[in-house]
């Protein structure tokens, strides 16, 4: 496995769930509720693929130092963390908005 292309693996789909996740408050917003809905589940899809590889990556470590920690490898940690609190506060904002 290449690294470095496993570690853009996860930026890109921890990015893409980010981004995923800003368009469905934004369909909110406008009480587009049904195109806010399926682009949430898009970007569980893509949080979830960036979760694979991270697992996978963590299986390869098996908690030995077996994959080296980069600066590449913490930005890309925190990616998934960002986009994981920034899906799970939009999908609270987008439950407010409903209710308003």
């Known amino acids: 496995m290449e690294l470095e292309s496993t570690v853009m693996e996860l930026i890109i ?3 893409e ?3 995923l996740a800003m368009q469905a408050l934004h369909q909110a917003k406008n009480k587009q509720w049904a195109e806010a ?3 949430l589940e898009q970007s569980a899809e893509a949080a979830n693929r ?3 590889v991270q ?3 963590i299986g390869l470590d098996e ?3 077996k994959v080296p920690v980069n600066l590449i490898m913490v930005h890309a940690q925190d990616h998934i963390m960002t986009a994981m609190l ?3 506060l ?3 904002l987008i439950e407010v908005h409903k209710k308003l």
């Open 86 to 88: 920034a899906r799970e």
């Open 55 to 57: 697992t996978e990556l």
């Open 50 to 52: 960036a979760h694979q």
């Open 63 to 65: 908690g030995e130092g």
């Open 17 to 19: 769930s980010k981004s």
């Open 90 to 92: 939009i999908r609270e």
């Open 13 to 15: 789909n921890a990015g």
């Open 37 to 39: 809905d399926v682009l």
